[in-house]
């Protein structure tokens, strides 16, 4: 038996469909083709926003892939899974317009796989800042700040000032596991389970 995207888990689509949009994205901005370049500036200005306050964006990527077990032109069969979907598309906005701001003016892909040899999760990433053995404290400080956010418009902002101190030194997050956290965080006890990762 094969399992189709809709048959996953709304929090699970967010990842394929998360690398679905960034990786021809990411190659066309590396190749400097002018239709990728102008979608990452339009990303990159909703980066820390709510996606209700960045009409620009609206529609600019494919969200489909969220609906996929709905029958076309029906709405959620509950407040629970509209809720849901709301939450989605927020994780997938925030990733998508961080991800954008962290590979402006880069000749490398700044979005890879999270790999248990190489991880690319945010704390790694952050940790990969921090010089040798010691614990850079204002760095440290950001990191917990944006996991106290009381809220995903909070922890927007709060990343956003994180992940252009990864842009210089070239390191690069899975930003597909980011809105699959970013999901989860907005659940009940998703914040402690995204905290520990």
């Given at each position: 038996?094969?399992?189709?995207?809709?048959?996953?888990?709304?929090?699970?689509?967010?990842?394929?469909?998360?690398?679905?949009?960034?990786?021809?994205?990411?190659?066309?901005?590396l190749?400097?083709?002018?239709?990728?370049?102008?979608?990452?500036?339009?990303?990159?200005?909703?980066?820390?926003?709510?996606?209700?306050?960045?009409?620009?964006?609206?529609?600019?990527?494919?969200?489909?892939?969220?609906?996929?077990?709905?029958?076309?032109?029906?709405?959620?069969?509950?407040?629970?899974?509209?809720?849901?979907?709301?939450?989605?598309?927020?994780?997938?906005?925030?990733?998508l317009?961080?991800?954008a701001?962290?590979?402006?003016?880069?000749?490398?892909?700044?979005?890879?796989?999270?790999?248990?040899?190489?991880?690319?999760?945010?704390?790694?990433?952050?940790?990969?800042?921090?010089?040798?053995?010691?614990?850079?404290?204002?760095?440290?400080?950001?990191?917990?700040?944006?996991?106290?956010?009381?809220?995903?418009?909070?922890?927007?902002?709060?990343?956003?000032?994180i992940?252009?101190?990864?842009?210089?030194a070239?390191?690069?997050?899975?930003?597909?596991?980011?809105?699959?956290?970013?999901?989860?965080w907005?659940?009940?006890?998703?914040?402690?389970?995204?905290?520990?990762?």
């Open positions: 038996m094969t399992t189709t995207r809709s048959a996953l888990p709304l929090g699970r689509r967010i990842v394929p469909l998360t690398h679905q949009i960034i990786v021809p994205l990411q190659s066309g901005y190749a400097d083709r002018p239709d990728a370049v102008a979608t990452l500036a339009r990303l990159r200005r909703g980066a820390g926003k709510r996606p209700e306050d960045v009409p620009d964006l609206w529609g600019l990527v494919d969200t489909g892939a969220l609906y996929d077990d709905l029958p076309p032109g029906t709405r959620p069969a509950t407040q629970g899974a509209e809720t849901a979907l709301e939450r989605a598309e927020n994780a997938l906005h925030v990733a317009t961080l991800w701001l962290h590979q402006q003016s880069r000749r490398e892909g700044m979005h890879r796989r999270d790999e248990p040899a190489r991880p690319a999760g945010l704390g790694a990433a952050v940790r990969r800042l921090m010089p040798g053995q010691d614990i850079d404290e204002p760095l440290r400080r950001r990191l917990v700040r944006a996991g106290n956010a009381p809220d995903l418009t909070a922890l927007a902002q709060r990343l956003r000032d992940v252009p101190l990864l842009r210089p070239d390191i690069a997050l899975d930003y597909a596991l980011l809105a699959h956290q970013l999901y989860r907005q659940q009940t006890g998703g914040r402690e389970e995204v905290r520990r990762a």
